[in-house]
């Protein structure tokens, strides 16, 4: 039979099950906190919005791409008066695209794409240039009101020094125009040099007992000052 209300008309079952199912979608989908930084959705037009709608296992949330396990494959901020990017934007480390043109933006995005290894189309205000610089990316296309970067090169293997990283580490990419240097198995410390792995046991023993005496050490001092007083 179909759900009814006191008064109210039949509802069909498979428009029932279909609101069912939407809610239990938006219920169980959690957007970001960047995918609400700004208000409205993703326009027709946005480079975002058709990247979504080539893969029919995407989905546009707000200003995000979104695969269905919630991950952020785009993300599209354009005009939404940003000055900054703010604190959640590393939450978008796992997109492949990501529109930011149309933005008053202030800040040396040198360092703020940090783990952004996936990402391969940025596009910026024409007045901010690609992190990295042009040698981090294959492309690098200038219009009248935006750039875009577009493939991100793997820094490890264009910069032609052998000995980027220690003896006992590896290069890896970590976003445009970052590398990290990354230690071998069996292997930790300052340059990769020491061996065997690491006791957890030992350095929070240390720190216990460096913690205690010091506590100890200024209890005794108030005492002494209580005392005096």
Not at 42 to 49: D, F, L, T
Not at 56 to 67: G, I, K, S, V
Request: net charge neutral; charged share 15%; hydrophobic share 35%.
């Amino acid at each position: 039979m179909s759900p009814r209300g006191p008064g109210s008309a039949p509802i069909p079952l498979p428009l029932a099950a279909a609101l069912l199912l939407a809610l239990r979608v938006g219920r169980a989908l959690a957007l970001p906190e960047i995918c609400i930084q700004c208000p409205g959705s993703v326009g027709n037009r946005s480079e975002v919005a058709r990247y979504c709608k080539q893969t029919p296992e995407l989905m546009l949330h707000a200003r995000c791409c979104l695969n269905q396990n919630g991950t952020i494959l785009g993300l599209d901020l354009q005009n939404c008066s940003l000055k900054h990017l703010g604190p959640n934007f590393p939450q978008a480390h796992t997109a492949i695209i990501i529109d930011l043109h149309a933005n008053p933006l202030k800040d040396d995005l040198a360092n703020t794409f940090h783990g952004f290894i996936q990402l391969q189309t940025l596009i910026l205000p024409e007045d901010v240039n690609c992190p990295g610089g042009i040698n981090a990316w294959n492309t690098v296309t200038f219009y009248p009101n935006n750039q875009t970067c577009e493939g991100q090169r793997n820094l490890c293997n264009s910069t032609g020094d052998t000995e980027i990283c220690p003896e006992n580490g590896s290069c890896v990419p970590d976003g445009p125009g970052l590398l990290q240097c990354v230690c071998a198995d069996g292997f930790h410390g300052y340059k990769c040099m020491r061996q065997g792995s690491f006791s957890l046991l030992t350095f929070f023993g240390i720190l216990g007992s460096t913690t205690l005496f010091i506590s100890i050490l200024l209890w005794g001092t108030q005492r002494r000052k209580a005392k005096a007083s």
